[in-house]
């Protein structure tokens, strides 16, 4: 699926859909530049997981557990981990196989460590577009 958006609305938009029609035990692996809007959708999925807490990057603690919503989110930003075996020392397997759903941010830097049939989201800037224009492609679905 493609989707565009033209506004940080519209992007926390999709996020909120998708994460409506969230399931436990789905990964979400959320890439893109930086600034692109990745903490903007996640925020979207967040409140469709009837989640009010703030939701920020965890970029310092690495992984981020909300659990007052439909199910738990654990929201991985994953950017500083700097060997994919570090991933083992905060537990990853019990939130990648727990009772709630997983969005992980910067995936790509452990795709050894992301099973075959996690979902693939992928948000992208086109300038030639707009400041604000975003594509977002989800894959596995």
Same mark, same amino acid.
């Given at each position: @699926?493609?989707?565009? =958006?033209?506004?940080?609305?519209?992007? *926390?938009?999709?996020?909120?859909? /998708?994460?409506?029609?969230?399931?436990?035990?789905?990964?979400?692996? /959320?890439?893109?530049?930086?600034?692109?809007?990745? =903490?903007?959708? =996640?925020?979207? *999925?967040?409140?469709?997981?009837?989640?009010?807490?703030?939701?920020?990057?965890? =970029?310092?603690?690495? #992984?981020? #557990?909300?659990?007052?919503?439909? @199910?738990? /989110?654990?929201? *991985? +930003?994953?950017?500083?981990?700097?060997?994919?075996?570090? @991933?083992?020392?905060?537990?990853?397997? +019990?939130? *990648?196989?727990?009772?709630?759903?997983?969005?992980?941010?910067?995936?790509?830097?452990?795709?050894?460590?992301?099973?075959? +049939?996690?979902?693939?989201? #992928?948000?992208?800037?086109? /300038?030639?577009?707009?400041?604000?224009?975003?594509?977002?492609?989800?894959?596995?679905?």
């Amino acid at each position: @699926m493609i989707f565009e =958006t033209n506004n940080e609305k519209e992007t *926390f938009q999709i996020g909120k859909e /998708l994460g409506e029609k969230a399931q436990p035990g789905q990964i979400f692996c /959320l890439n893109g530049d930086l600034g692109v809007g990745k =903490t903007v959708f =996640t925020k979207g *999925f967040a409140k469709g997981l009837e989640i009010e807490e703030e939701v920020n990057s965890p =970029t310092f603690t690495i #992984v981020q #557990v909300y659990d007052e919503g439909r @199910m738990p /989110l654990y929201h *991985f +930003d994953v950017y500083r981990i700097g060997d994919p075996e570090e @991933m083992y020392e905060i537990g990853f397997e +019990d939130y *990648f196989y727990g009772q709630g759903v997983c969005l992980v941010e910067w995936s790509q830097l452990i795709e050894e460590l992301i099973p075959k +049939d996690a979902i693939q989201v #992928v948000i992208e800037k086109n /300038l030639d577009k707009g400041l604000d224009y975003r594509r977002i492609t989800v894959e596995g679905i």
